[in-house]
């Protein structure tokens, strides 16, 4: 029997592997905290967070940053974004500072602030898209006027105990660290300026710490075998066990459109349709065709949750033969070769005002595509579910996989195989079925 120590060893473990992401190996966002001016009683700095995640973004309610002061420092002023809470600044007399709180708690403003409240790259309601998706847009930036602070690179503290929400928990900060001044260069290009002190803080994300239950499962079809293999049974969770997990709703309630109403004022919590895997998303992956030279496979991705329409949406596949990718059908397509020349993991994503949307669970609460693969004669069987992903993330999360034993294996008769038309018919009934039953 294992020992407690063993055991607390074990989560810790579990908690710091799950921080690493092996498709990402170098993904995480950069605060980065810029002094550019001095003033009588402390400094004016723009402080910048960047999202050098591949394919995790930040999407609304947005992020919300926090810190500690080292002082008694307090915020004079605001551009760009603004502070919860002010706190108690009856101490001061004549101006009264925007915040002074020991803890401040930072988020952006929201799009159509008025021009003399804005900085670049601020003012997007805390949305921050991914770098794979949009590098243009994963930055988000604010400025503030900092009072009752150190005037010099000698006197200035850094802020310690930085916390990070995008828009929920998930995300672990480190210290901040003293770097070399960040250095700006004039749109022509002709001069080059740097803030007088720069320091970083680097914030990791951990599934594990984000939600207790995943957010996602896939389920495998293929042309070849009749077998649809649904996603694992309480693969986020089990119905009826008393946990937020197990809370869900029936698609034929009466008066859903009215329960679900109710609901958006928590609309952070999921609120999904009763299914025996009780995820929000649901991704299937279906093998479509065989063709001489080529295969297809069609993918869906279904929003059981009525309380999120999933805006910016990304899909991660790693399957071996995308490295022979030929034609995607209405999705966006980026290679991901964290490891070099192995060309086996690809970011998909809707295209902007067509697909980008994935909308609440119901009748239009899905997004579809096919995907066209050229067969290598080396590698290309349909043996042993070869044909099936080896992992799927859904905005970053790591989605639960089916059973490998239960996969859809290849009939026994022949590794070459042809269906008959009637076959096929029958399968792809089944197929449209599942898609749109509730199970």
Same mark, same amino acid.
């Given at each position: 029997m294992?020992?407690?120590?063993?055991?607390?060893?074990?989560?810790?473990?579990?908690?710091?592997?799950?921080?690493?992401?092996?498709?990402?190996p170098?993904?995480?966002?950069?605060? /980065?905290?810029?002094?550019?001016?001095?003033?009588?009683?402390?400094?004016?700095?723009?402080?910048?967070? !960047?999202?050098?995640?591949?394919?995790?973004?930040?999407?609304?309610?947005?992020?919300?940053?926090?810190?500690?002061?080292?002082?008694?420092?307090?915020?004079?002023?605001?551009?760009?974004?603004?502070t919860?809470?002010?706190?108690?600044?009856?101490?001061? /007399?004549?101006?009264? $500072?925007?915040?002074?709180?020991k803890?401040?708690?930072?988020?952006?403003?929201?799009?159509?602030?008025? !021009?003399?409240?804005?900085?670049?790259?601020?003012?997007?309601?805390?949305?921050?898209?991914?770098?794979?998706?949009?590098?243009?847009?994963?930055?988000?930036?604010?400025? *503030?006027? =900092?009072?009752?602070?150190?005037?010099s690179?000698?006197?200035?503290?850094?802020?310690?105990?930085?916390?990070?929400?995008?828009?929920? #928990?998930?995300?672990?900060?480190?210290?901040? /660290?003293?770097?070399? $001044?960040?250095?700006?260069?004039?749109?022509?290009?002709?001069?080059?300026?740097?803030?007088?002190?720069?320091?970083?803080?680097?914030?990791?994300?951990?599934?594990?710490?984000? %939600?207790?239950?995943?957010?996602?499962?896939?389920? *495998?079809?293929?042309?070849?075998?009749?077998?649809?293999? #649904?996603?694992?049974?309480?693969?986020?969770?089990?119905?009826?066990?008393?946990? %937020?997990?197990?809370?869900?709703?029936? $698609?034929?309630?009466?008066?859903?459109?009215?329960? =679900?109403?109710?609901?958006?004022?928590n609309?952070?919590?999921?609120?999904?349709?009763?299914?025996?895997h009780?995820?929000?998303?649901?991704?299937?992956?279906?093998?479509? *065709?065989?063709?001489?030279?080529?295969?297809?496979?069609?993918?869906?991705?279904?929003?059981?949750?009525?309380?999120?329409?999933?805006?910016?949406?990304? *899909?991660?596949?790693?399957? #071996?033969?995308?490295?022979?990718?030929?034609?995607?059908?209405?999705?966006?397509?980026?290679?991901?070769? #964290?490891?070099?020349?192995?060309?086996?993991?690809?970011?998909?994503?809707?295209?902007?005002?067509?697909?980008?949307?994935?909308?609440?669970?119901?009748?239009?609460?899905?997004?579809?595509?096919?995907?066209?693969?050229r067969?290598?004669?080396?590698?290309?069987?349909?043996?042993?579910?070869?044909?099936?992903?080896?992992?799927?993330?859904?905005?970053?999360?790591?989605?639960?996989?089916?059973?490998?034993?239960?996969?859809?294996?290849?009939?026994?008769?022949?590794?070459?195989?042809f =269906?008959?038309?009637?076959?096929?018919?029958?399968?792809?009934?089944?197929?449209?079925?599942?898609? !749109?039953?509730?199970?």
């Amino acid at each position: 029997m294992q020992s407690v120590d063993n055991k607390a060893f074990f989560c810790w473990s579990f908690l710091f592997i799950e921080a690493y992401d092996a498709l990402d190996p170098t993904g995480n966002i950069t605060i /980065k905290w810029d002094i550019m001016s001095w003033t009588p009683d402390g400094y004016v700095a723009v402080v910048t967070i !960047y999202n050098f995640q591949q394919y995790r973004h930040i999407q609304a309610p947005g992020w919300t940053l926090g810190w500690t002061w080292a002082k008694k420092e307090v915020i004079w002023s605001m551009l760009g974004g603004q502070t919860t809470e002010q706190g108690d600044c009856s101490k001061f /007399k004549g101006n009264i $500072p925007h915040c002074c709180k020991k803890n401040p708690t930072v988020v952006d403003l929201l799009p159509g602030t008025p !021009y003399n409240q804005q900085v670049a790259n601020c003012c997007k309601g805390g949305v921050i898209s991914s770098w794979a998706q949009d590098p243009a847009n994963a930055a988000s930036s604010f400025q *503030l006027s =900092v009072g009752s602070a150190g005037t010099s690179n000698r006197t200035v503290r850094v802020p310690k105990n930085f916390t990070l929400k995008a828009p929920g #928990p998930g995300y672990t900060c480190g210290p901040a /660290k003293i770097v070399r $001044p960040t250095k700006f260069v004039s749109t022509d290009k002709r001069r080059v300026t740097q803030a007088l002190m720069t320091w970083n803080v680097t914030c990791t994300y951990s599934q594990f710490l984000a %939600q207790k239950t995943p957010t996602c499962c896939v389920s *495998l079809s293929s042309f070849y075998n009749e077998t649809i293999v #649904p996603c694992q049974k309480c693969a986020c969770g089990c119905q009826n066990n008393n946990t %937020q997990s197990g809370s869900c709703i029936e $698609p034929k309630t009466p008066h859903l459109a009215s329960v =679900v109403s109710n609901s958006e004022s928590n609309s952070y919590s999921p609120l999904v349709q009763c299914t025996s895997h009780m995820c929000p998303i649901r991704v299937h992956w279906h093998v479509k *065709l065989n063709y001489k030279e080529y295969w297809r496979v069609k993918v869906t991705i279904t929003n059981f949750n009525y309380n999120m329409n999933y805006t910016q949406w990304n *899909l991660v596949v790693q399957h #071996p033969n995308f490295d022979n990718l030929t034609q995607i059908f209405s999705f966006n397509y980026k290679s991901l070769t #964290p490891y070099g020349a192995i060309n086996d993991t690809a970011v998909l994503w809707g295209f902007k005002f067509y697909n980008d949307l994935l909308m609440q669970a119901g009748p239009l609460g899905n997004v579809q595509s096919e995907l066209l693969f050229r067969k290598d004669k080396s590698t290309f069987t349909f043996e042993k579910g070869w044909a099936f992903p080896r992992r799927i993330y859904f905005n970053g999360d790591n989605c639960v996989m089916p059973s490998p034993d239960s996969y859809p294996w290849l009939p026994n008769a022949s590794s070459f195989l042809f =269906v008959s038309p009637l076959n096929l018919f029958i399968t792809l009934l089944s197929t449209l079925a599942f898609l !749109y039953g509730y199970t």
